[in-house]
């Protein structure tokens, strides 16, 4: 199935590394290295267009002009709990970006996000945004964490995920339709429980070893 909103990042890395993640005997601190390391390998392809311009520099040999990034900087925004593992590997590549938190839990019965934290940089106008979780499951958190920033008007929004389903990026396509994901995989499906199929379980008891 086709989605031309999803960017698979299918570098042979990428992939060793997540097969490593789903592994049910994977430990805890192995999970968390392996998820900033994919991470980072996440963002540079999810960051690849982004503007630059020329300014003159001096090398130890001669004057010249390089590229350097342009405009306002970056913003990292992670949704609770289990963006942070994609958070810490992005700011590995982009330290000096600025970062914001939403947080969010999915209603077990009706599946549906509620927001209980909200904190991001005052001003985003203008800004280049990514947004970081590691399931887009359902896709109903990425649904209101993006609408929640809209309202600050951004430059751009990203949307960067360790796993996505065809049902959570059908959801995100229909309510943001300007919006491009990032992933690692697409699997198969959901199941009854709103969970990705194969999936690799809860990606924030995992990361943080709560279950």
Known sequence: MDFPNCTVVDHPLVKHKLTQMRRVETSTASFRALLQEVSLLLAYEALRDLKVREEDIQTPMARTSAPVLDGKKLVLVAIMRAGQGILDGMLQLVPSARVGHIGLYRDPETLSPVEYYYRVPGQLADRDVVVCDPMLATGNSAVAALQR???????????????ACPEGLTN??????????????????????????????????RLFGTK
């Open 149 to 163: 920033l809209k309202k600050s008007k951004p430059g751009s929004l990203r949307f960067v995920c360790l796993l």
């Open 172 to 205: 995100l396509r229909e309510h943001h339709p300007d919006v491009h994901v990032y992933t690692a995989a697409v699997d198969e499906r959901l199941d009854e429980h709103g969970y990705i199929l194969p999936g690799l379980g809860d990606a924030g008891d």
